[in-house]
């Protein structure tokens, strides 16, 4: 089973920026893709953003144009999420997850980001 670790949450001013890094290991068959969830309190799981081994990224609406996604390109087993002009509604626990080549997904524990206005 893959092993995922996220680090780089904190608490910021509205406006400013935090970077997230994600590091996935223990996987046997490759990384197919990894990418950021992110969960406000009384809100659904959305999507943030996604990176494909092959370079391929996709965001959430809500943050296009904000943040960016990136990866490590030796080995697509870690990845950073650039988190540009943070607004309050930002503010949730960031999940990373790791698909690997069987369609397995592996989930980190969670990273809270909080943003203050």
């Known amino acids: 089973q893959v092993h995922v670790v996220e680090s780089g949450g904190g608490l910021v001013q509205a406006g400013g920026s935090l970077r997230l890094s994600c590091a996935a290991s223990?996987?046997?068959?490759?990384?197919?893709?990894m990418g950021w969830h992110r969960q406000a309190p009384g809100k659904e799981r959305e999507l943030v953003a996604v990176i494909t081994s092959g370079g391929g990224t996709k965001y959430g609406d809500s943050v296009k144009d904000r943040f960016t996604i990136s990866s490590d390109v030796a080995k697509r087993t870690t990845v950073y999420l650039s988190m540009n002009n943070l607004k309050p509604e930002d503010t949730g626990v960031y999940y990373c997850y790791a698909l690997d080549n069987r369609g397995y997904t592996s989930w980190g524990q969670g990273t809270q980001v909080t943003v203050s206005s």
């Open positions: 223990g996987s046997a068959v490759g990384i197919n893709n």
